[in-house]
């Protein structure tokens, strides 16, 4: 596709469950970033990948919080257990490594409230 | 730890008035970024800013950053409805977002 898709746009779960949140960033674009945004705040860095280079997770909140990505492609973002404050919209970025390295392009967000 | 400071956080004005939003911090960015994000919606880039003093244009925004490259404006020139929206400034290798301005532009 044309940008980068997340998926779902809105989960509701109940505290205790797990979730597994989907990201497909434009194809080519070797970076991929996760971020919180809870109501009516900023962006909160959770995790980024770089092609094949280790993670960098030293946004992850706890352990709770993991996530994957697959050579440069789809990234999955899982929470277990979740709690009530991990209700927020968590967002997905790409951006492909140039001239202005750390351009990000944005995915819809998807909408996570625990009940 | 590089810290983006971004003023004020609110803003409220009439369609037609002009405005400027700031973006500060104590440390010096290699580049910095705008976004605007609408509800519902993930933050679009605006522009990148990358040397000290550059001045960029959008239409009728107005981009700057500083001679020391540690902070950057954006001046907003006769706003409209449709410019409403949070205003996220972004920069550094990890990418650190400021919170944000909440423009709203009253019709």
């Known amino acids: 596709g044309a940008g980068v898709s997340q998926s779902p746009s809105n989960k509701v779960t109940e505290k205790g469950k797990d979730v597994e949140l989907r990201c497909d960033p434009i194809s080519g674009h070797t970076a991929l970033y996760w971020y919180r945004q809870r109501l009516g705040q900023g962006l909160e860095f959770l995790i980024y990948f770089q092609g094949n280079s280790a993670p960098d997770k030293s946004g992850l909140p706890s352990d709770r919080f993991s996530a994957e990505r697959t050579g440069e492609s789809v990234s999955t973002l899982t929470i277990q257990r979740t709690q009530q404050e991990d209700s927020a919209v968590y967002l997905c970025?790409?951006?492909?490594?140039?001239?202005?390295?750390?351009?990000?392009?944005f995915g819809p967000g998807t909408r996570l409230t625990v009940t | 730890t590089q810290l983006l400071e971004q003023s004020p956080q609110f803003l409220s004005i009439q369609e037609g008035e002009n405005l400027t939003v700031y973006c500060n911090s104590s440390?010096?960015?290699?580049?910095l970024q705008w976004y605007r994000q609408e509800p519902g919606e993930g933050p679009v880039l605006l522009v990148t800013?990358?040397?000290?003093?550059e001045v960029k244009k959008l239409k009728r925004l107005t981009f700057q950053f500083g001679d020391a490259r540690k902070d950057s404006s954006l001046h907003i020139t006769a706003a409209q409805p449709g410019d409403t929206g949070l205003y996220l400034c972004a920069g550094g290798h990890w990418i650190i977002f400021g919170k944000g301005t909440r423009l709203h532009i009253l019709p």
């Open positions: 440390s010096v960015f290699s580049s």
């Open positions: 970025a790409s951006s492909l490594l140039g001239t202005y390295s750390y351009e990000q392009y």
């Open positions: 800013v990358v040397t000290g003093g």
